[in-house]
C-alpha cells in the first residue's frame, strides 16, 4: 500500500515557464514532507520542505504548497531552467517516527 | 567537505555471496539511514540508526544487517546475496533524527547487480 504517491511519472516543460509537480499522500499522520532533486549517477539532494502547520513554504524560485483536507500537495518551480530537469521525489514522515517514505518520483524536463 | 562517502560504488555479486557496503559521514550526524531504489518503486527504507550503538528495522529489513559502532560509519551487509537484492543502495544522514522533519543528506550511491 503506497501512502506517498506521485501519480504522473514525468512532466515537460518550457523554459521560464511554471513546473508544478503533485504529490498525494493517504496517511493522515504524516507532518513533514520533503521534497528531493536527484539528477542521474548522483545521490538526492533536499529541496524544501513543509510541516502539517504551514499551508506554503516559499524558497527562491521553488514554492511547496500542502492541503491538508486533500491530502495533497505541489512543488512549484518558477521561473523553470533547464539546470531544473531531473527526478523529483516526494517524501513524508510522522513526527516522532524515524521512517522516511518517498513517492515513486517525478522525472522533469525543461527544454530551452 | 566530502559529506556521505559510500565504497564502492559498483559491485557485480554471484548469488550467495556476502558483501559489505560501506556508508561514512564526516558531519557528526547522529541519523543515518541506507535506501534502496529499484525502477519504478522510488527509494524504500532498509535500516536506520538514531547514534552509535542504536539500529531499528526500515520498510525492507530482509536480507540485510547493520551495525553502527561509531558515528562516522555505518555499513550494510547482505549476508547472502540474491537477485532480488539487485539494487542501487542510498546512504543518507541527518544532524539529529528525521522525526521533526530534519532533511538528509545522501551519497552517491552503490550500484549492486547479483547474477
Known amino acids: 500500500d503506497q501512502q506517498v504517491k506521485q501519480n504522473s511519472p514525468s512532466l515537460s516543460v518550457q523554459e521560464g515557464r511554471i513546473s508544478i509537480l503533485n504529490c498525494d499522500y493517504t496517511?493522515?499522520?504524516?507532518?513533514?514532507f520533503l521534497w528531493y532533486k536527484k539528477y542521474p549517477a548522483e545521490g538526492p539532494t533536499f529541496l524544501i520542505s513543509?510541516?502539517?502547520?504551514?499551508d506554503k513554504n516559499e524558497d527562491g524560485r521553488f514554492t511547496v504548497f500542502l492541503n491538508k483536507s486533500a491530502k495533497h500537495l505541489s512543488l512549484h518551480i518558477v521561473p523553470s531552467q533547464p539546470g531544473d530537469s531531473a527526478v523529483y521525489f516526494c517524501?513524508?514522515?510522522?513526527?516522532?517516527?524515524?521512517?522516511?517514505?518517498f513517492g515513486k518520483g517525478m522525472k522533469l524536463t525543461v527544454n530551452p | 567537505n566530502a559529506g556521505v562517502t559510500q565504497t564502492p560504488k559498483f559491485q557485480v555479486l554471484k548469488t550467495g555471496q556476502s558483501m559489505t557496503l560501506q556508508c561514512a559521514q564526516d558531519?557528526?550526524?547522529?541519523?543515518m539511514s541506507w535506501y534502496r531504489q529499484d525502477p519504478g518503486m522510488g527509494l524504500r527504507l532498509i535500516h536506520y540508526?538514531?547514534?552509535?550503538?542504536?539500529?531499528d528495522q526500515g520498510e525492507v529489513p530482509n536480507g540485510y544487517n547493520v551495525s553502527r559502532s561509531t558515528t562516522e560509519d555505518f555499513p550494510l551487509r547482505l549476508l547472502s546475496a540474491a537477485p532480488s537484492q539487485t539494487s542501487v543502495y542510498f546512504c543518507?544522514?541527518?544532524?539529529?533524527?528525521?522525526?521533526?522533519?530534519?532533511?538528509?543528506?545522501f551519497g552517491d550511491g552503490t550500484r549492486l547487480s547479483i547474477l
Open positions: 543518507a544522514s541527518s544532524y539529529s533524527g528525521i522525526g521533526e522533519g530534519q532533511p538528509q543528506h
Open positions: 496517511n493522515s499522520m504524516f507532518d513533514y
Open positions: 513543509i510541516s502539517s502547520i504551514k
Open positions: 517524501a513524508a514522515s510522522e513526527g516522532g517516527s524515524e521512517k522516511l517514505v
Open positions: 558531519m557528526n550526524h547522529e541519523y
Open positions: 540508526s538514531v547514534g552509535a550503538g542504536i539500529t
